[in-house]
């Protein structure tokens, strides 16, 4: 067998790495980032990377080494993976579990194959799984690398191993460079038959509830449960396109693992961010009723939004809008999204002070802006009261000639105190940006910014701390506390912070608005009371290239009116000529075209001269 006349010998060379003294059965899962930093050192090329249970920093990795380095290792292939897998694997090393169109029907065979997985990882749970790193290598370093492990282990007894340079020592150097993360085995069997259960109870709710898009979530649900015992391959391009809309990579990033964050099975269609609507491509891989049953489920939904027509005057979005169409609306109809501004009660009895204050401050802020930013007149209002509405949203948008208003996410929790989705860092209250626009007297200035003059001379900042050096500390909190009331009670302002007052995004003031003017209720977590249409697919190309059609043209077209012989281009001519010159002819060497030579004169004899 080693004869290389007969062919190349591959030997599959594996290390195992298992915990001995433990009194705590333990699984083992490569470190992902460790994994390819050794491959990488080793030259491989960049293989599969295989995440167990959609974990983003824990998996196995598999790749071919490359063929120059290959030459002189005689190291062909790698792979690296966790022996958990085994209590999982089939005979035949197939992913084989329940299909989409028996999950669709919650088919007895779905439920089977869910009881048999988490039966099978519940008997794991008193069992030990470490890890496996295998080498594809020749025959002749196959027993190279046997016979030096053999009579290095040979000769050591166990007491002298940690005296002498032997496979186990480095194997232990390695192990402490932390590659592996060691769990208890009750832990990590529990917790991926939990993610079963999970799974197949909210599988089962879906289809209780049969919404609109049924087939696309179960989709969905199934490409993560086979994802607990294996990495499935995505073949359905409707879950290609779903991971993708559900920012898969992102969430297992920033999450660990897969999450559905906006699932909700209240709303009308579960998931806001998927399809809506099952299309025919979907309908026909779940079976022969599923295009009946989609067709009930549209039926029931658009039943249930005339239902809701009567609350679209006072609650334009719904009671509970997504986060997403929150601040879609805010970015384009603001107007209608907010109540109407009025002059608030508590300020009847505002101080002077207070007001003089804050009408410094809106004259000053919108003096800083160039007389080419305004499509009306520059504001300057006499009471507070003015000033105030000076920062409504329909004034705002009738004295700047560029605009844009973001919503903001304060204060607009569900009914359990929860935020929903993924909205980026909580901002400020509109009472706690108060503190933006009127600093207090031990606030750190910042230099050489937008802010600069308004902190000395007359900008209304130095007025505001001379202002509160001459009275006593009572009378400034009274101060600070009347401020806050103002600004909670503005309906926007310009989105400041760091060292800028006015922040401008493509050549557009930004502006905050205020949450406490939104017509909603509280936020929710998908789209209750609408549907979204199905989102177009990508266009198909209808129209042949110039060239093609040419061709096909010249094809159509079998003979010529006026000679009756078919018409070919020069390109067909040249071709059918060649056609008929025999292969000797068309290996034939043609030499090169001889050099031209110039003629020079016959050297005469110099010695004459």
């Known amino acids: 067998m080693r004869d290389r006349k007969h062919g190349e010998l591959l030997i599959d060379v594996g290390v195992s790495l298992t915990p001995h003294a433990s009194t705590v059965p333990l699984v083992g899962l490569w470190r992902l980032d460790a994994l390819e930093a050794s491959f990488g050192a080793g030259g491989y090329k960049r293989g599969d990377i295989h995440h167990q249970n959609t974990l983003s920093r824990y998996g196995a990795i598999q790749a071919e080494m490359q063929q120059d380095r290959a030459h002189q290792t005689h190291v062909l292939f790698r792979s690296a993976y966790n022996l958990y897998y085994e209590a999982v694997r089939t005979t035949r090393n197939q992913v084989s579990f329940a299909s989409d169109s028996d999950a669709y029907k919650v088919s007895p065979s779905y439920m089977a194959e869910c009881s048999d997985i988490i039966t099978i990882l519940t008997g794991c749970k008193e069992k030990t799984y470490g890890v496996r790193d295998e080498y594809r290598v020749s025959g002749k370093a196959a027993i190279i690398i046997l016979d030096e492990i053999v009579s290095k282990v040979s000769n050591l007894q166990p007491r002298n191993w940690a005296q002498h340079s032997s496979p186990y020592t480095k194997a232990k150097e390695y192990v402490k460079s932390h590659p592996i993360l060691w769990i208890p085995s009750y832990v990590w069997f529990e917790f991926i038959a939990r993610r079963v259960r999970e799974i197949q109870r909210t599988q089962i709710n879906i289809v209780k509830k049969n919404p609109p898009n049924l087939g696309v979530l179960t989709g969905i649900l199934n490409h993560m449960l086979r994802a607990t015992t294996s990495t499935p391959i995505v073949f359905d391009s409707h879950v290609r396109e779903s991971l993708a809309l559900i920012d898969y990579r992102t969430v297992s990033e920033t999450s660990g693992m897969l999450f559905l964050q906006e699932f909700d099975i209240c709303s009308t269609t579960c998931l806001d961010e998927v399809q809506q609507v099952d299309d025919v491509h979907v309908l026909a891989l779940m079976g022969v009723n599923a295009k009946a049953q989609r067709d009930r489920a549209v039926a029931l939904a658009e039943a249930c939004r005339d239902d809701v027509d009567s609350e679209s005057e006072e609650f334009p979005l719904g009671r509970t809008p997504s986060w997403r169409r929150l601040k879609l609306a805010i970015a384009n109809t603001p107007a209608v999204i907010m109540r109407l501004w009025t002059w608030p009660v508590t300020l009847f009895d505002a101080s002077i002070s207070v007001g003089r204050l804050f009408m410094s401050f809106t004259r000053q802020i919108w003096l800083m802006l160039i007389d080419g930013a305004f499509k009306g ?26 605009v844009t208003f973001e919503a903001c996410n304060v204060g607009i929790q569900n009914r359990s105190g929860i935020t929903p989705g993924r909205m980026g860092p909580r901002a400020k209250s509109f009472a706690d940006r ?12 910042k230099d050489c910014s937008q802010w600069d003059e308004l902190w000395r001379g007359d900008g209304y900042i130095a007025e505001y701390h001379r202002a509160l050096d001459g009275v006593e500390e009572a009378q400034q909190a009274a101060l600070r506390s009347e401020l806050r009331e103002v600004f909670s009670n503005l309906h926007c302002l310009p989105a400041s912070g760091g060292s800028q007052v006015w922040k401008v995004k493509l050549s557009a003031a930004v502006f905050i608005t205020n949450p406490v003017f939104y017509r909603m209720d509280c936020l929710g977590n998908t789209d209750n009371n609408t549907i979204r249409r199905t989102k177009a697919r990508r266009p198909m190309k209808i129209l042949k290239g110039k060239r093609v059609f040419a061709a096909d043209l010249m094809d159509s077209m079998q003979f010529d009116a006026r000679g009756n012989r078919r018409v070919q281009t020069d390109r067909q001519k040249r071709r059918c000529l060649m056609k008929k010159v025999s292969m000797a002819n068309k290996n034939k060497r043609i030499p090169p075209p001889p050099r031209a030579r110039t003629i020079r004169p016959f050297p005469m004899a110099t010695a004459q001269s």
Do not use: E, G, H, K
């Open 377 to 402: 007149t520059r504001p300057y209002p006499t009471t507070l009261q003015d000033s105030m509405r000076c920062w409504t949203v329909t004034s705002v948008d009738d004295t700047l000639a560029c």
């Open 434 to 445: 108060s503190t933006i626009f009127f600093p207090d007297l031990n606030a750190t200035r």
